[in-house]
């Protein structure tokens, strides 16, 4: 069964930082992007960060400069640093997984910031 576990969301204030955690199981990072997506509500999902297998990123330029994206293959998790909080970064956090055979997504995390 292929599945993908977040944590690390929560209510933080703004300036603040937050790491979420995205842990795969049953496919693996090192074939596939993980990817971090957010909505808000009344908005549409966006992708807030990607990354590659062998490293290659990109980011929303909303999040650039802010926000950091890693993986760590030993432990098959793709993780987001998030520094400099705002409240307009307040939104559900889905984890994704996706190659050419497989599109995989997370429950989701809620992030709020408070101002």
């Known amino acids: 069964q292929v599945q993908l576990v977040e944590s690390g969301g929560g209510l933080v204030q703004a300036g603040g930082s937050l790491r979420l955690a995205c842990t795969a199981s049953?496919?693996?990072?090192?074939?596939?992007?993980g990817g971090w997506y957010r909505q808000a509500p009344g908005k549409e999902r966006e992708l807030v960060a990607r990354?590659?297998?062998?490293?290659?990123?990109n980011y929303a330029d909303s999040v650039k400069g802010r926000f950091t994206i890693s993986t760590d293959y030993d432990k098959n998790t793709v993780y987001l640093q998030m520094n400099s909080l705002r409240p307009e970064d307040t939104a559900v956090y889905s984890c994704?997984?996706?190659?050419?055979?497989?599109?995989?997504w997370g429950q989701g995390t809620q992030v709020t910031v408070s101002s």
């Open positions: 994704n997984a996706r190659n050419v055979w497989r599109d995989v």
């Open positions: 049953g496919t693996t990072f090192a074939t596939s992007a």
């Open positions: 990354i590659f297998p062998g490293g290659g990123t």
